[in-house]
């Protein structure tokens, strides 16, 4: 049976979100996924349509979004839809909204050297078999540096500082580059490269997508034969969502 999954594209256009989503379409497509794509927020805008698919895949870069929608795909993501997105089309969607970032793992805040920056991406051992079988690749991209939920699983990092700047005076550091989460029991993933569509064509890149579109799809099927043996609760347990502070 043909899973579904939603791509939902839109923000700023420096990231080139339409032929971004199209690549992430294909991929998906190639996996035998009924794909939608949508360039509306709206499509979160229905928490029984949301709750129906496998993947949700966001790509809209520095928007403002309802509360209300980033509750709906809390829900489903709860409840085992699975979230993968990559670079700013989902760690730099809505800035202004923490509960995202909370689900999503991360925030982007830097890119010192903005683009062009030559650096590594290091492939870590881990108990994830995501990334078995890739070793460490060089990319010529923006380098980025996130504010990062220590409750991830680190799949690669990046080294810092490749290029002065007022960070460069602090110890060098491993930031993430690709990450997983659990949310409720969602699986969530993250992959930070991806600035325009020809670094989501690079081969390693796609893999890296390919493999977290895969992975994160696997929740539902995990909650629903977890539920066939009676074994699993509602995944709608937080309620922290929505609140202002």
């Known amino acids: 049976m043909k899973k579904n999954a939603l791509i939902v594209w839109g923000g ?14 294909g991929i998906l497509e190639d996996e035998n996924f009924n794909v939608e794509v949508s360039d509306t927020l709206d499509a979160y805008a229905d928490p029984e349509k949301l709750a129906s698919l496998d993947l949700i895949v966001p790509h809209w870069t520095m ?21 993968a997105g990559c670079h700013g089309g989902m760690c730099d969607s809505f800035r202004n909204n923490v509960d995202w970032q909370f689900m999503t793992g991360g925030n982007w805040v ?13 492939i870590k051992h881990s108990t ?14 923006e380098q980025y540096y996130l504010h990062v939920d220590p409750a ?3 799949l690669a990092t990046t080294r810092f500082p490749v290029v002065d700047g007022p960070h460069a005076t602090n110890k060098a550091v491993d930031m993430p580059v690709v990450w997983t989460k659990r949310w409720g029991h969602g699986h969530v993933f993250y992959n930070s490269l991806g600035h325009q569509a020809n670094i989501v064509a690079m081969p390693e890149v796609s893999l890296i997508m390919r493999r977290g579109f895969l992975w994160a ?6 909650v629903k034969n977890l539920a066939s043996v009676g074994s699993i609760g509602n995944g709608r347990s937080y309620t922290g969502m929505g609140d202002s502070n």
């Open 63 to 83: 928007g403002e979004i309802d509360k209300k929608y980033v509750l709906n795909i809390s829900e489903a993501v709860m409840n085992g839809v699975g979230l």
């Open 110 to 122: 830097a890119h010192p050297g903005n683009d062009g920056v030559e650096y590594m991406v290091n």
């Open 217 to 222: 799809a696997s929740g539902k099927e995990r």
């Open 12 to 25: 700023w256009d420096g990231h080139q979100p339409e032929q971004v989503a199209e690549i992430f379409k």
């Open 128 to 141: 994830s078999p995501l990334l078995e079988g890739m070793t460490d690749f060089k990319v010529v991209s």
């Open 152 to 154: 991830v699983e680190v």
